[in-house]
């Protein structure tokens, strides 16, 4: 197959290359950071993919257009087109800078837009295609403390929504949602912090590969929407039921973390440019105890959805 990935120079995007990469699928790979990028696809080729790098900054509309018709020059087709950037600034929503708000929207949904707008047409032409966007738990429920990220993530399910109801004249082009809960991947190290507190993420934590296996899957089994880790169903039954709940539990958490949390300087992060580092998949945030902790967080957060729920109930004795 012919794949092309956004965001693919680290994390879930430089996984999920080096997956297709083992099935020798031909790749098209682009991110902001050149360097990082090469090295990506330097192991890709290792592999014995075909890759072809486009450095691509998904925020220009008319750079994301000329990655597409590259795209398609190098592959012939499109099979595949996995729509992954995605960055965001962790702090309340009035300490951070409305420019980084602003920046986090254009990034993780306007950039997400611009894919679709520049690979759809192709799926059109070809009358098959599948279209993956990388949302997360954050498009399900609320994210505190990461305000536009969650606004991002919940724009783009339904611009999602959207495509498919655009789409149902073509059979053959999928669009297809992935809600992964805290993936271990460098996202966390790269965002913006106006916390002035180091910065980790509630356990458990996905390894990267596995949301990169479920990606790799819809390239035969297309779906419209893919939730991953335990966390992301327990919100999903705890937000329809109590939809206040998992953001209210993720406020609570945060805020009582940040209170025992290191210093950290503020920083803006990877939001308007791309890290220095070089490529890694994994962030060094998953502890080997906090596995257990799966199905405790899950019925914890299912439980106390059906708790609220009652409790909320008329009563009608």
Not at 103 to 127: C, E, Y
Request: net charge positive.
């Amino acid at each position: 197959m012919n794949i092309v990935i956004t965001g693919a120079s680290s994390g879930i995007g430089q996984a999920t290359a080096e997956a297709f990469a083992a099935r020798g699928d031909r790749l098209v790979l682009a991110a902001r950071g050149e360097a990082a990028l090469e090295a990506v696809a330097r192991t890709c080729r290792a592999a014995g993919a075909a890759v072809l790098t486009v450095p691509t900054d998904v925020t220009d509309a008319d750079a994301v257009a000329r990655l597409a018709q590259q795209a398609r020059d190098f592959c012939g087709t499109i099979d595949l087109w996995f729509s992954n950037v995605g960055v965001g600034a962790v702090g309340r929503f009035t300490e951070v800078p409305i420019a980084v708000h602003q920046q986090t929207i254009r990034s993780n949904l306007i950039g997400h837009m611009n894919d679709a707008h520049a690979v759809l047409p192709i799926f059109i032409d070809q009358k098959q295609g599948i279209f993956v966007n990388m949302i997360s738990m954050g498009g399900i429920a609320g994210t505190p403390f990461s305000a536009a990220y969650g606004a991002s993530k919940f724009g783009l399910r339904g611009f999602s929504e959207a495509l498919r109801a655009e789409l149902l004249d073509w059979p053959h082009i999928h669009v297809c949602d992935v809600y992964p809960s805290f993936v271990d991947t460098p996202a966390l190290r790269h965002a913006g912090n106006y916390t002035g507190k180091a910065l980790a993420a509630p356990p458990p934590i996905l390894d990267p590969r596995t949301v990169a296996a479920a990606v790799v899957r819809l390239a035969d089994r297309p779906r419209a929407t893919t939730l991953v880790g335990a966390p992301t169903w327990a919100a999903r039954i705890a937000h329809a039921i109590a939809p206040t709940l998992p953001s209210r539990i993720a406020g609570i958490w945060f805020d009582r973390y940040f209170g025992h949390a290191a210093p950290a300087p503020v920083t803006r992060g990877n939001v308007s440019a791309p890290p220095d580092d070089m490529p890694a998949i994994d962030g060094g945030f998953r502890h080997p105890c906090a596995r257990p902790m799966t199905t405790i967080a899950a019925g914890t957060l299912v439980g106390a959805g059906l708790i609220a729920a009652l409790l909320a109930r008329p009563n009608r004795g």
